[in-house]
């Protein structure tokens, strides 16, 4: 089945194979759950390329025995202290059919503890300490089988003041300008830096308190330049903090080496002119908060064939670090490129970054699906995903679909 640029195929025993998120469009039903659960939270088990590739071709196919039980369940509390200091005390009840083994626990969507569980069934108590201001608490369980629950999410509020602690950063990276190889030049780059960063510090959210903003274009943008100021914006990011950075540009691959191409960087020689993304990584690994990067580099009328890497694939190349709290918003996903219009703005716009743009001001209140006051990480990425897919569609540029990659955010994420 194919849904929203997704598709997924599965046989009768649920064995699949999908794209990048298709398994979060299909479900399990288990009975006397009132609950349904996505193939993704099976996809150690039951992720299968090589079954589906057998069956399509009409081999063989071998499927290994599995006794699936249902998930576990999890039901919890959150009561703040009503005279302000900060304790939250949180009751858990577990259920599962098979062994429970560990419930853990996230705050703003980042790790906050794991608890020892067993038995089919528990009850637990846990306190927790909370800065002034609103936090989502969340909550997940797993079973013997190693299969998780759903999320719970529970909003605290501590204090009176509604605005989340921590504050914004910004870092954005442009290249329009590549002297060494004119014909690669591209046109809109630099003014969706721009755009972005006009855009975050003009939030009207009760988010974000502090807003600062970094911008590297094309001759400020060198090698050096980008990895010093990623590492300093990362060190000062606190676990309270967000850190925003995005890349406009040209990216190349060598080998399995991936780059970032600076202003002084060429397709030609990218393993010694460009920023390999494995640098970038070790160079944001220190924040300790949430870190959202947003990642435009494969623009149309760019190098083709051994030059072309798709977006996802720098996404992937950045989520190997293993750091908890990463998120890569990109472009466009596959082979795609990532459009520009000269209609959008005063002056032209990226697809990608206006959409953003529209969704941090002008159009908020439509991105805001839960009409919270605040952009959750899920809410920008399917507003961003259906206004770049159904715009360029429209103008029949040629499709472009934005990809989200996300690494241990759990729960609901409110980033703007």
């Not at 979060?24 to 589906?52: C, K, T």
């Not at 369940?73 to 304790?87: K, L, N, Q």
């Not at 909370?130 to 909550?139: D, E, K, M, V």
């Not at 959750?376 to 990809?403: F, H, I, M």
């Amino acid at each position: 089945m194919g849904l929203d640029d997704e598709f997924v195929i599965y046989d009768e025993q649920g064995f699949y194979d999908a794209t990048a998120e298709g398994g979060s469009y299909v479900y399990r039903f288990f009975p006397g759950l009132r609950e349904h659960h996505s193939f993704a939270q099976f996809r150690n088990h039951f992720h299968r390329p090589d079954i589906i590739r057998d069956l399509i071709a009409g081999r063989p196919v071998t499927r290994p025995s599995i006794t699936l039980l249902a998930p576990p369940t999890v039901e919890f509390e959150a009561r703040p202290d009503p005279s302000g200091t900060g304790r939250v005390d949180l009751s858990f009840d577990l259920r599962g059919s098979a062994q429970l083994r560990t419930l853990r626990l996230f705050r703003d969507g980042l790790p906050l503890t794991e608890l020892p569980v067993s038995g089919n069934t528990a009850r637990l108590a846990h306190t927790i300490q909370l800065q002034p201001g609103r936090h989502n608490i969340s909550a997940v369980a797993y079973d013997a089988q190693g299969f998780s629950s759903n999320v719970k999410t529970a909003a605290v509020q501590i204090g009176q003041d509604r605005r989340y602690n921590g504050r914004l950063r910004y870092v954005g990276i442009a290249v329009n300008d590549y002297h060494r190889m004119p014909d690669q030049n591209l046109g809109l780059a630099v003014r969706d830096a721009q755009l972005l960063r006009d855009s975050l510090q003009g939030l009207r959210s009760p988010r974000r308190g502090e807003v600062t903003a970094t911008v590297l274009t094309d001759a400020q943008a060198t090698r050096t330049a980008i990895l010093e100021t990623l590492r300093r914006a990362a060190t000062e990011t606190g676990p309270d903090d967000t850190l925003v950075i995005s890349f406009a540009g040209h990216g190349a691959r060598v080998g399995e080496r991936f780059f970032y191409l600076p202003h002084g960087g060429s397709f030609a020689d990218a393993a010694d002119s460009g920023v390999e993304w494995r640098l970038i990584a070790d160079a944001l690994s220190p924040a300790q908060g949430r870190v959202l990067v947003l990642l435009d580099a494969c623009h149309s009328g760019s190098a083709s064939g051994d030059n072309f890497v798709p977006n996802d694939a720098y996404a992937e190349q950045l989520m190997r670090s293993g750091r908890s709290g990463l998120a890569v918003l990109a472009a466009s996903k596959g082979r795609q490129f990532s459009y520009e219009d000269p209609s959008l703005g005063n002056g032209g716009q990226g697809q990608f970054t206006y959409a953003i743009a529209q969704a941090l001001g002008p159009d908020r209140a439509r991105a805001d699906r839960d009409r919270s006051g605040t952009i959750e990480l899920d809410e920008l990425y399917a507003y961003v995903k259906r206004t770049v897919s159904n715009s360029t569609r429209a103008n029949q540029t040629g499709v472009q679909t934005p990809w989200l990659a996300r690494d241990e955010f759990i729960g609901r994420v409110s980033f703007f």
